[in-house]
Each structure stands twice: as C-alpha cells, then as structure tokens.
C-alpha cells in the first residue's frame, strides 16, 4: 500500500508525464460547466462536447433552460447516455438556480449537492474548476488507478479514494490532481492493455509488475 510520501512522488511523476492537466468539458461559465458536467455521467465528455453548443445557444442562460420541457431539450441530447434522465435533471437544476440561488450556481458543496443530478463528482469538478475551489474529483479513472497502484484498499469507496488522495496531496494540487489521474487513466492506464511499459510509476505498481514480467 502506497503511504503519503509515495503517493505525491507519483503524482509528480505524472504532472511530468502530462503537464497542465486540464478538464475536457467545453464550457464558458460556471452555469455552461455545471450542465455539462452533469450530461457528462456514464457518457464520455467528447460526446457531451458535441451536443452543448446547440444545447446552450437555445438555452444561454438558467431562466431559459428552466422554462423549457424536458422533452425539449432531450432534441439537443438524444445522443448521450440516459438523456431521458438527464433531460429533467437539467431543468430542473435550472429553476433551482433561478428560484433558490438567483440565477447563479452555488459555491458549496452542500448546495451543489442539493441539485437534481448534482453527486460529490459533479461537485468537485464545478467548484475546483469553475470557482477555484481545491477540490478532488474521483471518477471511473480515479478509482481504477487507485486501486490498482494501490493507495487504497479494493473494497475502498469514492469517499475513501477522496479523502486518501487530498490527505496525501497539498491543497494547491488537488484540481490539477484528480484532472491528471483521469487523462492518465484515458491515456496511459486504461481498464484494459495499460500502457505499463510507458508508465513511470510500473515498477512500483502491482499491475504494472506483473505486466511488465510477461514481456
């Protein structure tokens, strides 16, 4: 099990591997990068990049998106995963902004929460991204790559990746952390054919060990 001094080693051996880590999500504002990254779950990001732009020139701003149907703005993305759900998610996230926060996207993690599809992720994301807020957000490649270095135990929770990784890294490098596991794990350490032999951390990662053996 990695402890805390291995752990920020690796994670600057991967800020070398991929500097300046940012997120994939299109977005011009708080409100344009709260929508997305909700439309974004169980769906990858370069599909939701493909239906916000038409999505937000109908729907600029909370007011209009919340006076819209769902069945509206399901036109705009019928092509990404559960946009049934998603669809109603939206609007209804939307006339949350307008009648409980004045237009304006909340900057706490009790009131992004509060919203209709918003999940600590989602919230991690809008506040580190948008706000500046050091937050850590833990997805499908956070998870993956933790588990497997490991840092945390098979059986450990989002939760517990959260609180292993922010207790390991200074506050400055949690944004430009969690952003850098996940272009790591699209790029380098994906679910299947990891590209252990490219990877700085392998000799010291259990499945990279055992990758690198069968060469």
């Known amino acids: 099990m990695w402890d805390d001094n ?5 994670m600057h051996q991967l800020f070398q591997l991929i500097p300046d880590a940012q997120g994939a999500l299109h ?3 708080a409100y344009q990068l ?3 990254v909700i439309l974004s779950a169980q769906t990858t990001d370069a599909a939701v990049n493909k239906v916000t732009p038409a999505l937000f020139a109908a729907y600029p701003t909370p007011a209009a998106l919340a006076a819209a149907t769902p069945t509206d703005i399901e036109n705009y993305i019928h092509t990404i995963g559960l946009f049934h759900t998603k669809a109603k998610h939206i609007q209804e996230t939307a006339h949350r ?3 409980d926060f004045e ?3 909340p900057q706490t993690h009790q009131e992004l929460e509060s919203l209709p599809g918003v999940g600590r992720k989602t919230a991690n994301v809008v506040l580190g991204d948008a706000f500046g807020v050091p937050s850590f957000a833990v997805d499908t490649h956070v998870t993956r790559i933790s588990k497997r270095l490991p840092v945390v135990l098979a059986k450990a929770s ?3 990746i959260e609180r292993r990784w922010t207790a390991a890294l200074p506050k400055d490098e949690w944004v430009q952390g969690h952003h850098t596991l996940i272009l790591f794990g699209r790029q380098y350490c994906m679910a299947r054919r990891p590209r252990c032999a490219e990877c700085p951390l392998a000799a010291y990662c259990a499945t990279g060990q055992k990758n690198l053996e069968r060469r």
């Open 6 to 10: 291995r752990m920020r080693w690796g």
């Open 27 to 29: 977005a011009e504002s």
């Open 34 to 36: 709260l929508i997305a």
């Open 97 to 99: 902004l307008v009648t």
């Open 103 to 105: 237009s304006t996207v």
């Open 158 to 160: 989002v939760t517990d």
